[in-house]
């Protein structure tokens, strides 16, 4: 079950919201009493209630509003309690001041905004000793591994405990709590009103991830890099899953660059069976695999883990035969040609990074006659000769003439959409232009080569190519192809208007 959390500053819109959210299917809400401005009145608020409800009022060192006496908050629980709420929210160090009374469910809450400590166990064997219905425990998670010491207290709890950890790093306990038996999760109204850090909404949680679906032999695939809440690939990756009826959630990982090794075996507790993998991880992912392709090898990166049919890491690199595909769709529409389209067009390819080298590979080997550029000159020098094509200073990028231009670059991406990695005048006529940028679909790069008079593909096409074979991989079946790529197209929207 979800709990959606309502912090308002007046009741109108407290019991405003409360009634949206039943009709959205809102089965459970929190009050959060610290937010209103006025002395609240707990009988205004649960009279008539659409839903169950949980009644909570927070302190100033509990991250919460309330700016009146102590007193003055322990006697509203103790209203709500006589008033015979469903739920009342009491901090473990006042549960003894509030005692039991009538059929009101005490929950009794534990909450460190700075990290996770080592004596969770601890914290949480003395809250099970406070007569507590449920025990809820939340902390700050400083490592991925944090959120797995949480959902592993969760499963072990013989008290139902709701667990899980705030901040980015706590996104993935939030999501998988009810899996290892969490009686709920927490989620808020709308993503613009954050209640708690890395709250999702409950729009999120229950369309996206399909939170109240997840049971406890539901598997587990997601997304790991650093940044990662930017990505769009739990969207597509869940609302596939939905369209298909699968039993499966995808998660976003966010994973430094320096902790892959240890988080991926500390993810072994999670049972993750796939893996799609962006920067900073797309070599440490292919020296981390128990087998590869031919192909990941000798690009050097991989982009998906998933694991076999003997529980063995396999690496992929789904990018390659992605922007192969998007390229040759540019240059015949059609797919009249009966050769290779891309052998002995001239290619400038931008960019040295992960997707660069993918893609300059696959190039390399239809017979495109391929030359690299990047700002930083000693990398683009290396990916030349790993490849074993031409190179070009960033400076003299414009000053050839080719049939395909590639962006392989992040210059473009949103929120900085102004800017391009390629001059207009640099453009000629009739050349593809094809941009790895895929949010917006839209680049300046695209609108400015299609100004002057070049065809163009947009990252859509490969981003959503890649994760379609990404998720044949995963599930052993064909991806719903144009569900994927409707559904990037209105996330990309949806970014766009925040």
Same mark, same amino acid.
């Given at each position: ?15 405003? !919201? ?11 809400? !929190? ?181 109240? !679906? ?285």
């Amino acid at each position: 079950m979800i709990c959606v959390s309502i912090g308002r500053t007046r009741h109108k819109m407290v019991m405003m !919201e409360h009634r949206s959210l039943a009709e959205k299917g809102a089965e459970l809400v !929190e009050l959060r009493l610290d937010w209103i401005a006025r002395a609240p009145d707990v009988s205004r608020l649960i009279k008539d209630r659409p839903t169950p409800v949980v009644v909570t009022c927070r302190r100033p060192e509990d991250k919460g509003r309330w700016n009146k006496t102590e007193d003055q908050r322990q006697a509203l629980l103790r209203t709500a309690i006589v008033s015979e709420v469903e739920y009342v929210d009491i901090e473990d160090d006042i549960a003894g001041s509030i005692p039991r009374y009538g059929k009101t469910k005490r929950i009794i809450s534990h909450h460190n905004f700075d990290e996770t400590p080592d004596d969770i166990e601890e914290i949480h064997a003395a809250m099970c000793k406070k007569d507590p219905d449920i025990v809820k425990l939340v902390t700050m998670a400083n490592s991925p591994g944090d959120s797995v010491r949480m959902l592993q207290l969760v499963a072990n709890a013989k008290v139902p405990t709701i667990g899980f950890c705030m901040g980015e790093y706590g996104v993935i306990s939030r999501i998988l709590c009810g899996k290892y038996g969490s009686p709920f999760t927490y989620a808020t109204f709308s993503r613009e009103r954050e209640l708690a850090p890395g709250q999702l909404s409950y729009s999120e949680m229950s369309r996206i991830y399909r939170y109240d !679906e997840i049971g406890p032999e539901t598997p587990v695939y997601g997304v790991i890099g650093d940044p990662i809440a930017h990505s769009l690939s739990p969207l597509i990756h869940n609302i596939a899953f939905k369209h298909d009826k699968l039993d499966a959630v995808y998660l976003p990982f966010r994973i430094p660059k320096d902790r892959l090794k240890e988080t991926l075996k500390e993810f072994e507790w999670l049972n993750v069976q796939g893996y799609s993998v962006t920067i900073p991880h797309k070599a440490g992912a292919l020296e981390l695999a128990d087998k590869a392709d031919d192909a990941s090898k000798k690009m050097g990166v991989a982009n998906t883990l998933f694991k076999d049919e003997k529980n063995a890491w396999q690496a992929r690199n789904t990018d390659y035969d992605a922007a192969l595909d998007s390229i040759r769709l540019g240059l015949d529409p059609q797919g009249k040609a009966t050769a290779d389209p891309i052998n002995g067009k001239q290619v400038l390819l931008l960019g040295a990074g992960g997707v660069s080298r993918a893609i300059g590979a696959g190039i390399v080997g239809a017979g495109g006659a391929l030359t690299i550029s990047n700002r930083s000159r000693l990398r683009g020098e290396k990916l030349a000769k790993d490849l074993g094509c031409n190179h070009s200073t960033w400076e003299n990028r414009g000053s050839g003439r080719y049939d395909i231009l590639i962006n392989g670059t992040a210059v473009g991406m949103y929120p900085n959409v102004n800017d391009t990695p390629f001059a207009q005048n640099f453009m000629q006529e009739e050349m593809l232009v094809f941009d790895t940028v895929y949010n917006p679909e839209n680049t300046l790069l695209l609108k400015q080569a299609r100004e002057r008079g070049c065809k163009t593909v947009s990252g859509i096409e490969m981003f959503v190519r890649q994760a379609a074979a990404q998720y044949k991989m995963f599930t052993g079946k064909e991806a719903p192809l144009e569900v994927m790529r409707n559904t990037l197209r209105k996330g990309i929207s949806a970014v766009g208007k925040l």
